[in-house]
């Protein structure tokens, strides 16, 4: 991949966000929280968690195919997004999928008030998936990492599950 994004998205790619995911990661994410019905992944990289999803639409900004040129219904989004702009991807998750899971640095979700305010609204997270950390999935950061799952509509608590199965 090249480290210069196309002018669809209009904000330079950072090397940082071009992190693959770990292919026992993508399989666990799909294996865990089993989506069903009408599923996307809008950061498909080299297609990692996509491979798990057979049928699934898919975006990659550098194939020409803008995530945030969907407005689609979704019934599921898993992806490892990029993490620089995790707040858009997040807000536009929301707009186009009733579930989101998101693989990022677990802390993420938690920095932004107006995130915090905009889930009031629209639903909450419901679980927390955690991998380890990042140095552990071969990432270049050592924050913890895990899948998050947030879902429009929930109000419950969030639950936390641990990926305790070792590294296929």
């Not at 865990?32 to 992944?41: D, N």
């Not at 990289?45 to 798990?52: E, H, N, R, T």
């Not at 990432?139 to 509509?153: E, N, R, T, Y």
Request: net charge neutral; aromatic share 16%.
């Amino acid at each position: 991949m090249s480290n210069t994004q196309p002018q669809l998205l209009q904000i330079a790619l950072d090397k940082k966000d071009v992190v693959y995911t770990p292919d026992w990661v993508a399989r666990d994410m799909v294996e865990y929280f089993r989506p069903s019905g009408r599923i996307l992944e809008p950061a498909a990289g080299d297609g990692a968690i996509l491979k798990y999803l057979p049928g699934a639409d898919w975006c990659e900004i550098e194939q020409g195919r803008d995530f945030f040129q969907c407005a689609f219904g979704y019934d599921w989004i898993l992806s490892n997004p990029p993490y620089s702009c995790f707040g858009k991807w997040i807000y536009h998750g929301m707009e186009v999928s009733r579930n989101v899971v998101y693989l990022v640095p677990c802390a993420k979700p938690f920095y932004s008030e107006k995130l915090f305010r905009k889930m009031r609204t629209w639903g909450r997270i419901k679980e927390m998936r955690i991998y380890g950390s990042g140095n552990k999935l071969g990432f270049p950061i050592g924050f913890l990492i895990g899948a998050v799952h947030f879902q429009k509509d929930y109000h419950g608590a969030m639950e936390i599950s641990y990926y305790d199965g070792g590294i296929a």
